[in-house]
């Protein structure tokens, strides 16, 4: 069973996740909780994922994020926000976040990103990716670019499946790797690209316009 809290100030937000993903059967809402108790409930309940609202009015989400980071084997966090176009989404990113989801986001969308998540995936509604590419595609474009030219070919098609946020055993299926070759690429990828985590480049490979490889393009 994949383990989560939702952490929300609205009740009707909160019900409405744990309704959504308790009907998966292998999703199990342990806990939920507004931003004051969030801290508190996490550490309590030892969740696999956190799905986190990134606007709360007595305690933030980017607070929270913060201190569940900072904690010992702390658990993926996924932020949640209302409005596609919020500022907050590049701090979270930059602070350790594993992904946006908007909060109207699809059922079977919201189930299949919980479960991603907990594979080791990075997960974007696409409403919430348009304002962080937005900010950087004109100055960033090209050294997203300049960046995944320095890759080989089969990093490119591994990075462009990172920007699907496909999950290590995902790309390995897709690309008939194994896990521990695709973990290899991975931890190249991000060295090569000087980012620090898979978000990042995601973000990078969605920048630079990176299309999914074709089966067997590459023996």
């Known amino acids: 069973m994949i383990r989560v809290v939702v952490i929300d100030d609205e009740a009707l937000v ?3 996740f744990t309704m959504i993903l308790q009907a998966a059967g292998d999703i199990e809402v342990v806990a939920t909780a507004t931003g ?3 801290v508190r409930e996490i550490g309590l309940a030892r969740p696999d994922v956190v799905l986190l609202d990134i606007r709360m009015p ?7 994020l913060e201190r569940v ?3 010992n084997d702390p ?3 996924a932020m949640l926000t209302t409005f596609d176009t919020d500022e907050y989404i590049e701090q979270a990113l930059a602070s350790g976040a594993a992904g946006f989801l908007l909060k109207d986001t699809d059922p079977e969308q919201l189930i299949h990103s919980v ?4 594979a080791g995936a990075v997960v974007f509604s696409p409403g919430a990716t348009r304002p962080i590419l937005a900010g950087r595609r004109d100055q960033g474009r090209r050294d997203a670019e300049t960046r995944v030219a320095a890759l080989t070919e ?3 098609d591994v990075l462009a499946l990172i920007g699907e946020g496909l999950s290590n055993a995902e790309i390995g299926r897709v690309l008939f ?6 973990k290899d690429h991975v931890s190249a990828i991000l060295g090569k690209l000087d980012v620090t985590s898979r978000v990042q480049a995601a973000l990078l490979a969605q920048l630079a316009g990176l299309e999914r490889p074709r089966p067997g393009a590459i023996p």
């Not at 007595?58 to 929270?64: A, H, I, R």
């Not at 479960?115 to 907990?118: D, S």
């Open 36 to 38: 004051v108790d969030a």
């Open 14 to 16: 909160r019900s409405g």
């Open 177 to 182: 790797l194994s896990a521990s070759t695709v």
């Open 69 to 71: 980071l900072a904690s």
């Open 154 to 156: 089969r990093e490119r």
């Open 75 to 77: 658990p993926i966090v």
């Open 115 to 118: 479960r991603a998540l907990a």
């Open 58 to 64: 007595e305690v933030d989400g980017l607070t929270v």
